[in-house]
């Protein structure tokens, strides 16, 4: 299996909701990402999990809150958003955290309201 | 901090042309990937070039690494329209091994 899952699909949320973004991967890959990628913009890393601990937070906004339940799954908690949140939220795996390629899911695409 | 510069932004070309990807680096780089997301997708990997002067071939895709190992190509021989979407280079941050990513060049290809 070579595939990030990642749910929902589309995603459209009022500024006071909470919800959840998910991602699966059966690669066993010990790195998971996330990145916010808006419209003809490279994908903008928001957070790296390493052997299942934070490693990297690009000082994101505490609105957005990850978690790694185990080494095949990566949540991203989402709270209070704002509009400009919109945007397409891709989940990425690799075997470790250095010099590997990256596997992207299909990603969620979020719209905040 | 790390950057790496991708030119051109957009490039329309006629199905048949050729179509070059550039991207280049003020530091020598350890490592540098290609990816390429089609319109509406997600990035998908391509290639990863390690060595210096570095040339690898996926059927009518050319990828180089330099030899000061500070920029690199991707070219494309006889596009087709399957070819369209936007192709990243993504290079490893040196102190902290995440992907700096290009700004992308989106590739349109008229039949």
């Known amino acids: 299996d070579t595939e990030v899952t990642q749910t929902p699909k589309h995603l459209v949320m009022g500024m006071t909701n909470k919800k959840s973004l998910k991602c699966e991967q059966h690669m066993g890959h010990r790195a998971m990402y996330w990145y916010k990628q808006k419209a003809k913009k490279p994908p903008e890393l928001m957070f790296v999990y390493s052997y299942e601990k934070l490693s990297i937070n690009e000082s994101v906004p505490s609105r957005f809150s990850p978690e790694c339940p185990n080494s095949s799954l990566l949540n991203l908690h989402l709270h209070a958003l704002q509009p400009e949140d919109s945007a397409l939220y891709l989940c990425a795996s690799s075997q470790d955290r250095l010099y590997n390629e990256q596997f992207f899911g299909p990603g969620t695409r979020l719209t905040v309201l | 901090g790390q950057q790496v510069m991708q030119i051109p932004q957009y490039q329309h070309v006629q199905e048949g042309e050729d179509f070059t990807t550039y991207c280049n680096s003020s530091t020598t780089l350890s490592n540098i990937q290609w990816y390429k997301q089609r319109p509406g997708g997600h990035p998908v990997f391509l290639i990863q070039l390690v060595k210096s002067g570095e040339v690898k071939k996926q059927k009518r895709l050319t990828f180089q690494f330099g030899e000061a190992k500070k920029n690199s190509s991707l070219h494309i021989t006889a596009t087709q329209t399957t070819d369209v979407g936007t192709y990243f280079c993504?290079?490893?941050?040196?102190?902290?091994?995440?992907?700096?990513f290009g700004q992308g060049t989106t590739l349109q290809v008229k039949p």
């Open positions: 993504a290079v490893p941050s040196s102190n902290t091994g995440k992907l700096i």
